[in-house]
């Protein structure tokens, strides 16, 4: 998620859009401060709803948990679980290290 100030709006704009077009989420600051998020318009915004989309944004840059974002998205895990699938996005994200622990403690 990468930061733009007030200036960056002014001087910065074709950055800003071709961000939200490649589908990443924008904080926009003032003297350091968010003062908004720039939310990417595409159809999951649109038939999902914007805090649903955000919150699968937010997971998906792990800004938030799981839980969080599910709590964000006013949804159970399990339907929330659902729409980070329908969005691309996995909802565990697994180093190789992380999986083969988890496979030798399966194992044992």
């Known amino acids: 998620?990468?930061?733009?100030?007030?200036r960056d709006l002014r001087e910065?704009?074709?950055?800003?859009?071709?961000t939200?077009?490649?589908?990443?989420?924008?904080?926009?600051?003032?003297h350091g401060h968010p003062v908004f998020v720039?939310?990417?318009?595409?159809?999951?915004?649109l038939s999902q709803g914007l805090s649903v989309a955000l919150a699968c944004r937010l997971?998906?840059?792990k800004v938030l948990s799981l839980?969080?974002?599910?709590r964000m998205a006013k949804l159970p895990t399990?339907?929330?679980?659902?729409?980070?699938?329908?969005?691309?996005?996995p909802a565990v994200d697994y180093t190789a290290e992380d999986l083969d622990q988890e496979l030798e403690l399966l194992a044992s």
């Not at 910065?12 to 071709?18: A, C, F, H």
């Open 38 to 45: 720039a939310v990417p318009l595409d159809e999951h915004v």
């Open 67 to 70: 839980g969080k974002a599910a």
């Open 59 to 61: 997971f998906a840059d």
């Open 12 to 18: 910065r704009t074709g950055d800003l859009v071709r």
């Open 78 to 89: 399990e339907s929330f679980i659902e729409c980070l699938g329908q969005m691309g996005i």
């Open 20 to 30: 939200a077009e490649s589908g990443h989420l924008s904080i926009v600051a003032k």
């Open 1 to 6: 998620m990468e930061t733009f100030s007030i």
